[in-house]
């Protein structure tokens, strides 16, 4: 409207001058003079708005460079810039929510990890303490805060066993004796990077308490078993002594038989039970040797019934005949009295590098979850008369070589327990285990 009014004025004017000079020539360099000017005034006023709302817009592109999400443009236009204007707006109301969760996120995650009794102490690439939670500051320094020290000075407290697991990043379990009593911690650490950049993560718990309450447990359940046994062993074995004395006034041979022959069976009974706690509880080290696998199978087989599901492997492995065949021994007669008809009792060996999987599998009933989580625990047992030592034992003989042993129910139906066993070479080291 100005810009038309303006071009209308100059026309007029310049029609004016023209005919009051009589010079179309001056007429219109009188024109350009008016009409120059002007037209730069009306530009600048004409733009003046758009340019405030373009300077607006770089102006808090420049604050959300610098994380300043608070900055919001007004705008009355109605053309291309309004548009821009609501794509901002609507941008730095995106990252002020986005900035909001992450800011509680954070804020709930540092509440966990400082009430958390899990001693944790985070470093950078040159080994400086840059976090550090309230449970890592009362442990290592009285409360004190850590950030800046290394980590050498930050756990100088610590006893040595655990100093040196640190520094060397050794994670595991470790006795530490002094005090009253020996304390158990476990050490746990994780390197991952961060901006780019490498970090050290140390998570250091102690397990002395939750020792303790597995050990009476323990405890408990193992005097609960023994007293079970020894009661259901001594109280007929009682109660037939009686007998056996009232019988010994007459002549009844065949009843005072029977009653002795039951005690000689019961404590027959006890007498296995005590050997069985026995040989757990003194498990010799494996003695390793050369086994040639058809000639192990084939004596492996005189002492319990399988079918060999792949044929023997000719390269020699290196065990404890004699412990592994126990472990085997046990593993079968479990198949057999899992419910499984004696035809899918399977074994198989095959070589899985660096060592030897072996594997026993039936068509049984299976494990419940319940059970699988608790089968490889000692003195737990779903027999009525079972002493909760066999699998236990399997696994003691097995994880005594540096191997693994697990327990997985089959697809359809049974159960598949497989042992690992390393070369002696790799002994000691761990392995995935197929089921």
Same mark, same amino acid.
């Given at each position: 409207? $100005?810009?038309?009014?303006?071009?209308?004025?100059?026309v007029?004017?310049?029609?004016?001058?023209?005919?009051?000079?009589?010079?179309?020539y001056?007429?219109?360099?009188?024109?350009?003079v008016?009409?120059?000017?002007?037209?730069?005034?009306l530009?600048?006023?004409?733009a003046?708005? #758009?340019?405030?709302?373009?300077q607006?817009?770089?102006?808090?592109?420049?604050?959300?460079?610098?994380?300043?999400?608070?900055?919001?443009?007004?705008?009355?236009?109605?053309d291309e810039?309004?548009?821009?204007v609501?794509?901002?707006?609507?941008?730095?109301?995106t990252?002020?929510?986005?900035?909001?969760?992450?800011?509680q996120?954070?804020l709930?995650?540092?509440?966990?990890?400082?009430?958390?009794?899990? #001693?944790?102490i985070?470093?950078?690439?040159?080994?400086?303490v840059i976090?550090?939670?309230v449970?890592?500051?009362k442990l290592?320094?009285g409360?004190?805060?850590?950030?800046?020290?290394?980590?050498?000075?930050?756990i100088?407290?610590l006893?040595?066993?655990?100093?040196?697991a640190?520094?060397?990043?050794?994670?595991?379990?470790?006795t530490?004796?002094?005090?009253?009593?020996?304390?158990a911690?476990?050490?746990?650490?994780r390197r991952?990077v961060?901006?780019?950049?490498?970090?050290?993560?140390?998570?250091?718990k102690?397990l002395t308490?939750?020792?303790?309450r597995?050990?009476?447990a323990?405890?408990k359940r193992?005097?609960?078993?023994?007293?079970?046994?020894?009661?259901?062993?001594?109280a007929p074995?009682?109660?037939?002594a009686?007998?056996?004395?009232?019988l010994?006034e007459?002549p009844?041979?065949?009843?005072?038989?029977?009653i002795?022959?039951?005690?000689?069976?019961?404590?027959r009974?006890?007498?296995? $039970?005590?050997?069985?706690?026995?040989?757990?509880?003194?498990?010799?080290?494996?003695?390793?040797?050369?086994?040639?696998?058809?000639?192990?199978?084939?004596?492996l087989?005189?002492?319990?019934?399988?079918?060999?599901?792949?044929?023997a492997?000719?390269?020699?492995?290196? $065990?404890d005949?004699a412990?592994?065949?126990?472990?085997?021994?046990?593993?079968?007669?479990?198949a057999?009295?899992?419910?499984?008809p004696?035809?899918?009792?399977?074994?198989?060996?095959h070589?899985?590098?660096?060592?030897?999987?072996?594997?026993?599998r039936d068509?049984?009933?299976?494990m419940?979850?319940?059970?699988?989580?608790q089968?490889?625990?000692?003195?737990?047992s779903?027999k009525?008369?079972?002493t909760?030592?066999?699998?236990?034992?399997?696994r003691?003989?097995?994880?005594?070589?540096?191997?693994?042993l697990?327990?997985?129910?089959?697809?359809k139906g049974?159960?598949a327990?497989t042992v690992?066993?390393?070369?002696?070479?790799?002994?000691?080291?761990s392995?995935?285990?197929?089921?």
């Amino acid at each position: 409207m $100005f810009a038309a009014a303006l071009v209308a004025v100059s026309v007029l004017l310049t029609a004016l001058v023209a005919h009051w000079l009589a010079s179309p020539y001056y007429a219109a360099v009188l024109g350009l003079v008016v009409t120059v000017p002007a037209a730069l005034w009306l530009g600048r006023r004409i733009a003046r708005p #758009a340019t405030r709302t373009v300077q607006a817009v770089a102006d808090g592109i420049a604050g959300i460079k610098d994380r300043d999400f608070s900055v919001t443009i007004s705008s009355t236009r109605d053309d291309e810039l309004a548009t821009l204007v609501v794509a901002y707006n609507t941008l730095g109301s995106t990252l002020r929510e986005e900035r909001q969760s992450l800011y509680q996120r954070e804020l709930l995650l540092d509440t966990v990890i400082q009430s958390t009794p899990l #001693a944790m102490i985070l470093t950078n690439q040159s080994g400086a303490v840059i976090y550090s939670n309230v449970a890592a500051r009362k442990l290592l320094a009285g409360g004190r805060k850590l950030e800046g020290r290394s980590l050498d000075r930050a756990i100088a407290t610590l006893a040595e066993p655990l100093r040196q697991a640190m520094l060397e990043r050794a994670e595991g379990l470790y006795t530490v004796v002094g005090g009253d009593d020996p304390q158990a911690w476990h050490l746990s650490c994780r390197r991952f990077v961060l901006n780019t950049k490498p970090h050290d993560l140390y998570l250091l718990k102690q397990l002395t308490r939750e020792f303790a309450r597995q050990e009476v447990a323990t405890w408990k359940r193992v005097i609960r078993v023994i007293a079970h046994e020894l009661n259901n062993s001594l109280a007929p074995i009682s109660s037939l002594a009686h007998s056996g004395l009232l019988l010994t006034e007459g002549p009844q041979p065949p009843q005072l038989r029977r009653i002795f022959t039951t005690i000689e069976d019961r404590a027959r009974r006890l007498h296995e $039970f005590i050997d069985g706690y026995a040989r757990f509880a003194k498990l010799p080290q494996p003695r390793i040797d050369a086994v040639d696998w058809a000639r192990f199978l084939a004596t492996l087989a005189t002492a319990v019934e399988f079918r060999l599901a792949a044929p023997a492997p000719r390269e020699r492995a290196h $065990f404890d005949p004699a412990q592994i065949e126990q472990v085997l021994i046990n593993l079968l007669k479990n198949a057999h009295e899992g419910g499984s008809p004696a035809s899918d009792v399977e074994l198989e060996v095959h070589q899985h590098a660096p060592g030897w999987v072996v594997q026993v599998r039936d068509r049984g009933s299976g494990m419940s979850e319940a059970v699988l989580r608790q089968a490889l625990l000692p003195f737990y047992s779903t027999k009525p008369a079972g002493t909760g030592l066999g699998l236990p034992l399997c696994r003691e003989i097995v994880e005594a070589h540096g191997g693994r042993l697990a327990l997985a129910n089959r697809p359809k139906g049974g159960l598949a327990v497989t042992v690992w066993l390393p070369e002696p070479e790799r002994r000691g080291h761990s392995a995935a285990v197929g089921s």
